[in-house]
Each structure stands twice: as structure tokens, then as C-alpha cells.
């Protein structure tokens, strides 16, 4: 398994916590990165290429929280703060699946998570440019996982977003919810076996979710192919 992230500390004490919860973490490979940086996402890639030849699953977790703009951010926050949330909400993880995509591609099929969050599917005042970065990423995991399918027939594509819920993190520290309550979800999809869902919207308690064209999936997750 592979961690990315911008600070090679905060990677190491995953690592450590992970210990401490028992889970086996020798085969854990740390590779620090900025993932909307074209140049540190190419060395990753490489790093990653000379551990396997294939890459089975990737989740998309990075995010930024919504700038503070006052109550009107769509009408007064700044095109720097604006093009900073949607350069890390979305466009890096449209960067990191694309540097990925090779590897992932190596083998029999691949499994792509994009966390996502209900904001996608809100219109709250006050947080405007944050609900919109997760309605394209939202829009973003279906639509990848539409041409992934065009892309490398025969393989076993299976592209789908899931939200975390409010989760406690280094971004939302007020929450009581644990950060790790996802991960059933999380294990589910990525270990799904082949012809799972694909370009479906999932919420960690099991929801099976809709958005825009996208219709909930309509199959028991759990149930055999």
C-alpha cells in the first residue's frame, strides 16, 4: 500500500497510528507529494512503478476547506482563494488518476475512489466555491468512469465516488464522527469483485446515492456478483 501526501511527517505518523491500531504497516511505502504539482506527480508514479507494475486501487482524498470570505464568498472571495480550492478540490485529483491511469491500466482491471461530500449536493450559503468543487468532483468520478470504460475495454473499471460524512480530520477537528468510520465502505469498493458499480455515488453508512444523470446503484453491494 502506498500513502501520499504533501508532508512527509504527517505520513509518518499514519504510519505510527496505524501501528498502534495493529494494523500491519512494514509493507506501507510512504511517497510524498503534492498531487497539483504535474512534476512531484510524475516522480510519484515512478517511485510507485518500481515497487509494482500494477496499481490496483487509488482513493482521491485530498481537499481544502472553504476559504473565509464572510457569508458571501461567491460574491467576495478572491480569484487567488477561488483558483487555490478548485486547483486542490478538483483539478489534482483529475491529475493524480491521469498519472496513474498507465499503471492502474497494467493490470486485469482498477478501482478509483473519489471523496467526495454532501456539500456536492448542497447549496448552503456561505460556502458556495466549496459546494461547487464537490459537485465537480462528483461530476468528475462519473464522467471518468463513462470514458475509462471506452478507454480500456476489457478491462474491470470500476470508478466511484463516496462520502465520508463529517468526519473528524485535520480540516474539521469540531467533528465527534471517527475518520475511520469510512473505511468499510472504502474496502468494500476497492475490493468489489469484477462487475461491481461504476460511476455511482455511495454514502459510508450504505446509501446509495444519486446525482444529476448518475442514478443510485441498484444492486446489494454485498451481494456476489
Same mark, same amino acid.
Given at each position: ?31 510524498? =507529494? ?9 516522480? =510519484? ?8 507494475? #500494477? ?19 461567491? %460574491? ?40 467526495? %461530500? ?17 459537485? =465537480? ?13 471506452? #478507454? ?39 475490493? #468489489? ?9 455511495? #454514502? ?18 454485498? =451481494?456476489?456478483?
Amino acid at each position: 500500500m502506498f500513502l501520499t501526501g504533501r508532508r512527509e511527517r504527517m505520513l509518518r505518523e499514519t504510519l505510527r497510528e496505524g501501528s498502534v491500531l495493529g494494523i500491519g504497516v512494514d509493507e506501507c511505502v510512504t511517497v510524498a =507529494a503534492d498531487i497539483s504539482e504535474e512534476s512531484q506527480l510524475a516522480d =510519484a508514479v515512478d517511485a510507485i512503478s518500481r515497487h509494482v507494475s #500494477h496499481l490496483h486501487g487509488l482513493v482521491n482524498c485530498a481537499a481544502l476547506p472553504q476559504p473565509d470570505a464572510g457569508p458571501f464568498p461567491l %460574491s467576495k472571495q478572491s480569484l487567488q482563494a477561488w483558483s487555490e480550492l478548485m486547483r486542490t478540490n478538483v483539478t489534482a485529483q483529475w491529475l493524480t488518476c491521469r498519472f496513474a491511469l498507465p499503471i492502474m491500466a497494467n493490470g486485469d482491471g482498477f478501482r478509483v475512489i473519489f471523496m467526495s %461530500s454532501e456539500a456536492g449536493w448542497a447549496s448552503t450559503p456561505g460556502f458556495g466555491p466549496y459546494n461547487v468543487s464537490k459537485s =465537480a468532483v462528483n461530476t468528475l468520478g462519473a464522467s471518468l468512469a463513462a470514458e475509462c470504460v471506452t #478507454h480500456f475495454p476489457g478491462l474491470d473499471v470500476q470508478i466511484n465516488v463516496l462520502v465520508p460524512g463529517e468526519a473528524r480530520t485535520e480540516m474539521n477537528r469540531g467533528s465527534v464522527e471517527s475518520p475511520y468510520s469510512v473505511v468499510s465502505m472504502a474496502l468494500t469498493l476497492l475490493s #468489489h469483485p469484477p462487475g461491481g458499480p461504476n460511476g455511482h455515488m455511495f #454514502h459510508r453508512d450504505g446509501r446509495h446515492l444519486a446525482f444529476g444523470e448518475s442514478s443510485a446503484y441498484l444492486k446489494n453491494l454485498l =451481494a456476489p456478483a
